[in-house]
Each structure stands twice: as structure tokens, then as C-alpha cells.
């Protein structure tokens, strides 16, 4: 069954054609100064990490220059709740302003909110992979999308949405190593060419420790996996010529394929059969050796 689409009114109200957020809302909200003490976080903010580097910066730019760009918020009960703008928000309250130019727009359900401010990190290029994934499976469980339907909204292909929802996959280290920039996506994406967690962090190790490209880890997990396989074969045990000569002369009296399994202690003899005549023509042959 096809996920129903429940969100859009608030979302194309914001980003029309993929407009800028403040752009769109400016036709649609209605701008004032509000307390900042009335203003809370956004709830359903995607970014989890925020440079505090980039927020100094911004500090002076705002002591300099003022607020050039109003931030977002809806109203709830007596309160605001933000909808876009943390960083300036955060600015704002750290150099003591009481007020800030905010849009009001009109916002009513959780799932809105989590795509607003979602698409609003997003084409800001302001989220890292890991946060973009974990934002667009949020839209997937919590908002009812599909991966297509993500997509669409975002803006990107169906593709990307996958290749980011992949990283997830990783172990938490090699999460946290995107995350803190230590490797890019592109590394990341050469480490999930491989399943085994084990060969995953080995091969990460590497990366961090020695800078490695891209080409070089996707060079490297091609020889770690080509090694776990080596091993793999070098501990199956060898067939003996006469376990070969043996089922090579079951296979003639019986017309059919034969493996023999042989184990520290005995072992099992597999005869197979194609079909319910098949099955007849080998029990008669069975019934003429017990003769």
C-alpha cells in the first residue's frame, strides 16, 4: 500500500520552486520584532552538532551588521516555537538582544515542522551526512513518506536519498568519524561496499590514520575483502582423490548427481532426484541392489 501524503500546505508555502525559505515566507508570513525570551528551539531540528566557530562568527556579524535575515517561527499557545534560524537565534540571545525579526507562518502538525526546518538546513547546505540521513529516514517513519516522495520534496533524486539513508548502516564509530568530518561520504560509501562490520572499522582505521583518498579506500577494501575469502578457502577442507573417485562411480550407477560430505566421524552421502519419475527410477535401482 502506497504511504499517503499528509504534508505540503506549510512546505509550499515556504519553498515554492525551491526559493529560498525567508524569500517565500516573506510573501506569505507576517514579519515583527518578538521577544527573544518567548521563542523556543525547534523541537524537530534535524542538526544535532553546530560549529562554534561559525556562531562567533556570525556573533560579530550580527553585533556589526544586525539581523539582515528575520528568522521563522509559528505561534503556540503563548509562546513561539522556531521554525527556521537556530544559529541566528542562538546568536541573538548570546549578545543579550531582547527582540528579533521573526516571520510568523501558520504551522500546525509536528511532521510540517520536521520538514521545514529539514529542508531549510538542507538547502542551506548546512546539515552532514549523517544528519541529512537521519532527517530524511525521520520524514520516512514519522512523517509517512516514501523514499520517492522524499526526494521530490528535497529536491534531489531518489538515488541520493538512498545513498545517504545507507550511511545509517555504519557502525556508530565510522558514523561519528562523518559526522566530525575525520572522512567524507565518499569515503563512507566506498566502506558500505562491504557488509562485515569487522572488515569496516579495520579499513576505517586506516583512513583516519593515514589521510587515505577515496580511490585508495575503495582500493583497500578490495584487498581486505579479497583476503577475508583467501582465508575463507585455505580452512575448507581439501577433497581426497578417493572421495572423488567415489562419488564419480556413484554418479554412473545412479544416473545422477552424488556428494559425498565426510566429517571428522562419518558423514552423509546426498543422491538428488529432478522429479516423482526420477525418485521412482532410483528406488528401483535401490530394490535391485538389495537383491
Same mark, same amino acid.
Given at each position: 500500500m502506497k504511504k499517503t501524503n499528509r504534508l505540503g500546505r506549510?512546505?509550499?508555502?515556504?519553498?515554492? =520552486?525551491?526559493?529560498?525559505?525567508?524569500?517565500?515566507?516573506?510573501?506569505?508570513?507576517? +514579519? &515583527?520584532?518578538?521577544?527573544?525570551?518567548?521563542?523556543?528551539?525547534?523541537?524537530?531540528q534535524p542538526r544535532q552538532d553546530f560549529d562554534p566557530d561559525r556562531l562567533e562568527e556570525l556573533k560579530a556579524s550580527i553585533h556589526e551588521k544586525g539581523i539582515i535575515q528575520p528568522i521563522t517561527v509559528r505561534k503556540k499557545d503563548n509562546i513561539y516555537e522556531l521554525v527556521a534560524?537556530?544559529?541566528?537565534?542562538?546568536?541573538?540571545?548570546?549578545?543579550?538582544f531582547e527582540t528579533i525579526p521573526a516571520y510568523i507562518i501558520q504551522v500546525e502538525t509536528k511532521e510540517e515542522m520536521l520538514e521545514l526546518a529539514l529542508i531549510e538546513?538542507?538547502?542551506?547546505?548546512?546539515?552532514?551526512?549523517? =544528519?541529512?540521513?537521519?532527517?530524511?529516514?525521520?520524514?520516512?517513519?514519522?512523517?509517512? +513518506? &516514501?523514499?520517492?516522495e522524499v526526494a521530490k520534496k528535497i529536491g534531489k533524486d531518489r538515488t541520493t536519498i538512498t545513498n545517504f539513508l545507507r550511511l545509517l548502516k555504519l557502525?556508530?564509530?565510522?558514523?561519528?568519524?562523518?559526522?566530525?568530518?575525520?572522512?567524507?561520504?565518499?569515503?563512507?560509501?566506498?566502506?558500505?561496499?562491504?557488509?562485515?562490520?569487522?572488515?569496516?572499522?579495520?579499513?576505517?582505521?586506516?583512513?583516519?590514520k593515514n589521510k587515505l583518498s577515496v580511490r585508495k579506500v575503495e582500493q583497500l577494501v578490495r584487498n581486505v575483502t579479497e583476503e577475508k575469502e583467501a582465508e575463507k578457502k585455505s580452512v575448507r577442507p581439501k577433497r581426497s582423490v578417493y572421495i572423488?573417485?567415489?562419488?564419480?562411480?556413484?554418479?554412473e550407477i545412479f544416473g545422477t548427481k552424488v556428494n559425498i560430505r565426510s566429517r571428522k566421524e562419518g558423514g552423509t552421502i546426498e543422491v538428488e532426484f529432478y522429479s516423482p519419475e526420477d525418485l521412482n527410477r532410483l528406488y528401483e535401482i535401490f530394490e535391485r541392489l538389495k537383491d
Open positions: 506549510g512546505l509550499s508555502a515556504l519553498i515554492p =520552486e525551491r526559493d529560498r525559505v525567508e524569500d517565500s515566507v516573506r510573501k506569505k508570513g507576517t +514579519l &515583527t520584532d518578538i521577544e527573544v525570551a518567548r521563542i523556543r528551539p525547534n523541537p524537530f534560524g537556530e544559529r541566528r537565534l542562538r546568536a541573538v540571545t548570546d549578545l543579550g538546513n538542507v538547502q542551506r547546505d548546512r546539515l552532514n551526512p549523517i =544528519e541529512q540521513a537521519q532527517a530524511f529516514q525521520r520524514l520516512i517513519d514519522e512523517c509517512n +513518506l &516514501t523514499q520517492e557502525p556508530q564509530k565510522i558514523q561519528e568519524s562523518v559526522k566530525h568530518e575525520e572522512i567524507t561520504m565518499g569515503h563512507a560509501r566506498a566502506l558500505l561496499s562491504v557488509d562485515d562490520p569487522d572488515i569496516q572499522e579495520k579499513v576505517w582505521q586506516k583512513v583516519v572423488q573417485k567415489m562419488e564419480s562411480e556413484l554418479r
